[in-house]
């Protein structure tokens, strides 16, 4: 059953990241006045399947001077590390299935499944790091370093803007939390924790984005300076793990933003017809998805003396002036 | 049955990861050894039922401190170790301390009577207990605990600034304004790599601990797992 649930789930999520790919392709080609990739299928809706097959089809190249265990198994972890937290996501409400009777849209409920989350996150940095080391090449150790600063510098913003969410709901269990993000204020306002959480959600979505490597923040891969960053050296299959990780992770910071922020499944009309909960679900993570590519067409990057201060010199603290807001609001509250 | 196949798979595996981290002459798979063993350790924390210490286990360790060491490792592109002729006097001196903590280990798991079996429902491994725990009965502990790190981060910022004008990776490592030379410092570095392989090592241990414990102390609460140290 739970097999089941996990299949099922980890081939939803696959060819969503796969769609992804494609509608970042059509879009940015849509905001830059070209196609974009059009020809296989109808208005390419194929194209994920032929990239596939051409991933699988092209040479493996181990480059001579690497380190072979290690360039095989950086991208290994950071493609484990990016599917691993899927599984505490709630994607719906208790929907009667036939044949099954009810069954809760959520593979497995954690006492602590933020920071399981957060945990499989942080483990994740290896991935690139090592990938950047075990090349042997200047490009990748450039990206890997970049990357992996980057990334233990945004963890922390990103970590902290979550506190707030966590006080307010009193538990790390995400199915919860988005069951008490259900009815309204003032029968119009969705209760959200959006809504007084706002300075948080901010917080987390810029370091989400810097977390994912993503416009613009993508210094670790800066085409113009490092060719392709940490995974210069990678070709076929291995590079398609990295590149189908940088998806996944997208996607699932895009799910925790929902779950947390926006309230999950809620929307209106689920108490009546569950099975709606998935669709708002989904029209929210993909809300964030565009947004995703929406900014790598309109923005550019950093400099990384910027990233790091705004890192640490104006994201820190927000963050941290946030967690005390909000206890000073719920103490005075009650 | 199955938690018994698991925890021999994660003590296993804990097993042969501490003994690579000994084993090995490159740095960074000691380095790589030892997030697998606290990875595994992480696992057999799930099997004792204290989920909360496990993610913070992962979150400390795996995820802040060991990314700091590997960081570190790939920066200065530490070399392998030489084989050096043991020492005898060495070995003694190890094998004594080994036979004390084995002893000590064998009498206490000798004096506890009853059979060291957890049961899923005690509640000490839980996110709640913790924090009750932590904010009413070790609430002092706790604090001093606070205060100690907060003294070892400024210690650590302190230490970096004054080698800040001599010495680029320890700029580097004091955080916010080093971010421009990071971009230089591999180039610089692979001349002098002796010399300032030379001064990190001790720095890196406490700059890292600091940064960890930053951490910590902004609310990813590690003083429960410091507390089992």
């Known amino acids: ?334 | 049955m199955f938690s018994v196949l698991l925890f021999i798979l994660f003590a296993g595996l804990a097993l042969g990861c501490a003994i690579s981290l000994v084993v090995q002459r490159n740095p960074l798979y000691c380095a790589i050894s030892l997030v697998g063993v606290f990875v595994a350790l992480a696992g057999l924390y799930i099997l004792l039922a204290a989920p909360f210490i496990a993610a913070v286990q992962v979150i400390v360790y795996a995820g802040a401190i060991m990314v700091l060491v590997v960081f570190v490792i790939m920066l200065l592109n530490v070399e392998e170790e030489e084989h050096r002729p043991s020492n005898l006097r060495y070995i003694l001196i190890g094998v004594a301390l080994g036979a004390i903590l084995f002893g000590e280990a064998a009498f206490v798991l000798y004096s506890v009577h009853t059979p060291l079996t957890v049961q899923g429902n005690t509640g000490i491994g839980l996110t709640s207990s913790i924090g009750t725990g932590l904010f009413t009965e070790y609430l002092l502990p706790f604090e001093v605990t606070s205060v100690l790190i907060l003294m070892a981060i400024v210690g650590a910022m302190s230490l970096a600034r004054r080698a800040a004008s001599t010495n680029l990776s320890a700029r580097r490592e004091a955080g916010g304004d080093g971010g421009s030379t990071l971009a230089q410092t591999p180039l610089r570095l692979t001349g002098d790599a002796r010399t300032d392989a030379a001064i990190m090592p001790g720095e890196t241990a406490a700059t890292g601990r600091a940064m960890a414990e930053l951490q910590i102390e902004r609310g990813e609460a590690a003083a429960p797992s410091r507390e089992k140290e």
Do not use: C
């Not at chain 1, 790091?129 to 490009?139: C, D």
């Not at chain 1, 709901?169 to 969705?190: A, H, R």
């Open chain 1, 1 to 334: 059953m739970k097999l089941l649930g996990i299949n099922i789930a980890f081939v939803a999520v696959l060819l969503i990241v796969a769609y992804t790919v494609l509608a970042e392709r059509r879009i940015l080609a849509f905001i830059q006045g070209r196609l974009g990739p059009n020809r296989v299928g109808y208005g390419g809706l194929l194209q994920p399947f032929a990239d596939l097959l051409k991933f699988i089809l092209k040479e493996e190249i181990i480059p001579d001077k690497s380190t072979k265990f290690v360039y095989v198994l950086a991208p290994m972890i950071a493609i484990t590390a990016a599917l691993m937290t899927i599984i505490v996501y709630p994607f719906g409400p208790t929907v009667n299935v036939p044949f099954l009777g009810p069954v809760d849209l959520v593979i497995t409920r954690l006492d602590i499944g933020l920071l399981y989350v957060l945990g499989i996150t942080s483990v994740g940095v290896y991935g690139i790091m090592l990938a950047g080391w075990s090349s042997n090449n200047k490009y990748s150790l450039m990206g890997g370093l970049r990357a992996s600063a980057q990334m233990i510098s945004y963890e922390l913003s990103l970590g902290l803007s979550l506190v707030g969410v966590v006080m307010m709901s009193g538990t790390l269990d995400l199915y919860d939390m988005v069951g008490q993000q259900g009815g309204y204020w003032f029968y119009v306002i969705p209760r959200w924790n959006i809504i007084p959480q706002f300075l948080g959600f901010v917080i987390y979505l810029i370091s989400a984005i810097a977390e994912t490597n993503r416009v613009p923040f993508d210094l670790p891969e800066a085409e113009t300076e490092l060719v392709a960053g940490f995974h210069t050296e990678y070709s076929a299959m291995k590079f398609a793990f990295f590149f189908m990780a940088e998806y996944v992770n997208m996607f699932t910071v895009s799910m925790l933003a929902t779950t947390l922020f926006l309230g999950g499944w809620q929307g209106p009309f689920v108490e009546t017809f569950p099975p709606l909960g998935v669709l708002y679900f989904l029209i929210k993570v993909v809300f964030f998805l565009f947004l995703y590519i929406w900014l790598r067409g309109t923005l550019p990057r950093f400099r990384f003396d910027q990233l790091m201060d705004f890192g640490w010199k104006f994201l820190l603290p927000v963050a941290i002036l946030n967690v005390i807001l909000t206890a000073t609001v719920m103490f005075f509250k009650g």
